[in-house]
C-alpha cells in the first residue's frame, strides 16, 4: 500500500460526502423561463408562510413561476445579503411592493428599507413631499418604527404607509385635531383640546374603535393636552372642561386599553395656577422606566412650568424640576444619551440636564450663549426639540440645528459634557416658512412648516431607494 493511502481515501470520501450535502441542499427555480440556483437556508429565510418555503419543499422537477425574473432576483438578493442591491434602485418600488407581497417578504423589504442606522443626520436633503386634502396646514405629526406617518390636519388625518406610496384620509368627529399618536400602521390615538375624550381610530378602515374619557369631579368631560406610550402602556394627559384639574391616565396596550392607574391628579385651588399645569408632553423614558411629563403656561410674573418624572410603579414623581428663568419652549428626552434637553423659550438657546446632576437646584447647561437666557425677548417661542438616536434637533424659524456630544475619554461626574452644534446641510432653507413639527421614523426625518398642507420628507441620498 502507498504512503498515506488511507488518508487519501478518507480525504475523497469527506470531499464526496461534502459535494453531496452540497448538491442537496441546491434548489434550482425556474422564474419566467430564467433559473435560478440557490441553497435551501437562502429560501428559508422568508418564513414558514412565505412563497419561498414552499419551493424549498419541491421535490422531483423544478418548480415553475410564471412572475418577473429580474423582479424575483432583487428578492433573491434581499434573502442573502438582508439589503437590497444598488441595481434595485433601476426599479420602481411600487412593483417590488407587489412582488414581496405575492412571495410573502415583505416584511423583509419593510426592514431593509426602514432601518435606523441607515439615517444620517448629517447629509439630509429634501427627498420629496407627501401632499394633504384642504386647506388645513399640519396640527400634529406622528410616525411608526418602519416609517409610515400619520398627520393631523384639520379635523382630518392622513396616513402613509412605509413605502410612502400609499396614502387614505379619514374624517373624524373633532373640529381640530391638536394631538396624535401612532400606535401601529393602521391605529392612531387622536385627541383635542376643545373636545371631550380621547379616540384610537381604525385609519384603515376609517371609524373609532374606542373612546376613552377621564372622569373628573365636576363631570365637565375632559379634553386631551398630550399623548404618550411605551411598549406596554398608553398615557394620556387630561384636563376637565372647566380646566380647574387635571391627571394623567396609563392604559394597557396589551389588554384593550384597559385602565390601568391614574397619576398626578391635581386640583387648582384659589390663585396658586401653579398647583394644576396640564401636562403638555409626555415621554417614555425605557432606560429608567420613567415617564415624563412637561406642562408650561404664561401668567402675570412671566412663563413658568414643570417637568416631572413618575415612577407608574408608585405613582409618585422621583424628580421634578422648577421652571421660571427661562421656561421651556419645547423639552425632550434623550435615553440614549442620560440627558433632557430644552430650548429656552426667552433665549432661544438649548440646554441640556444630565441625569446625573437632575436633582441639582438648576441642572441646566447651556449649550450656547448663557448670556441670553437673562434677556426677555421670547427667541425661542415656537421652537421645537426632539432627539433622534444621539443626535437632538432643534428648530430655529425655518432652520435646524443639529447637536451631538462629543465624547472626549470619560466624562466623570460633576464635570460639563461637551456638545457641538453642526449644520444639516441641505436642510436649512431660510427661505421656507417657519418649522412647526419634526418626527423621525425609520430612517426618515418629517418635518411640517406654517401654513404649508404638505410634510417634507428628508432622506440621506445614499439610502434613498
Known sequence: MPPYAGSTLLSSGLQQNFQDSTV????????????????????????????????????????????????????????????????????????LIFESQFYGVEQLLINSQSNPSQFDPFNLEKSMVLPLNGRDSPASISTTQFGSVHVAHGSKVSSFDWALQRKSTILTQFSAIDSLLALSSNIVAAGATDFSGLQILDVDKGFVTQTLNWENVTRSGS?????????????????????????IMVYDLRDDFRPVTEIGHYEIFGAELDSAIP?????????HNLLMSAGSHSGPSGVSGTIKFWDLRSGNAVWEVKEKVDCFSDVTISDSMSAMFKVGVHSGEVFYA????????????????????????????????????????????????????????????????????????????????????????????????????????????????
Open 354 to 465: 444630565d441625569f446625573r446632576n437632575i436633582d441639582a437646584e438648576n441642572p441646566w447647561v447651556c449649550l450656547g450663549d448663557e448670556r441670553k437666557s437673562l434677556n426677555k425677548k421670547k427667541e425661542g417661542v415656537g421652537c421645537k426639540i426632539e432627539s433622534h438616536g444621539n443626535q437632538v434637533f432643534c428648530s430655529k424659524g425655518s432652520s435646524i440645528e443639529l447637536w451631538s456630544e462629543v465624547l472626549i475619554g470619560s466624562a466623570k461626574e460633576g464635570e460639563d459634557r461637551i456638545f457641538r452644534k453642526n449644520s444639516m446641510g441641505r436642510a436649512n432653507d431660510t427661505s421656507a416658512n417657519k418649522i412647526t413639527h419634526m418626527s423621525f421614523g425609520g430612517n426618515k426625518m418629517f418635518v411640517t412648516r406654517k401654513d404649508q398642507q404638505f410634510v417634507e420628507v428628508w432622506q440621506n441620498s445614499v439610502t434613498r431607494f
Open 279 to 287: 401636562a403638555t408632553k409626555l415621554r417614555w423614558i425605557p432606560g
Open 24 to 95: 442537496s441542499n441546491m434548489v434550482t427555480i425556474d422564474v419566467g423561463g430564467q433559473l435560478f440556483q440557490t441553497t435551501k437556508q437562502t429560501l428559508s429565510q422568508a418564513g414558514s408562510k412565505s412563497l419561498f418555503s414552499k419551493l424549498v419543499n419541491s421535490y422531483g422537477s423544478i418548480p415553475f413561476v410564471d412572475r418577473d425574473p429580474e423582479l424575483f432576483s432583487i428578492l433573491l438578493s434581499l434573502l442573502r445579503t438582508g439589503n437590497l442591491p444598488s441595481r434595485a434602485k433601476a426599479f420602481d418600488i411600487q412593483d
Open 223 to 247: 379634553t386631551v393636552q398630550a399623548i404618550g406610550s411605551s411598549d406596554e402602556y398608553l398615557f394620556t394627559s387630561f384636563e376637565s372642561g372647566r380646566r380647574n384639574s387635571n391627571c
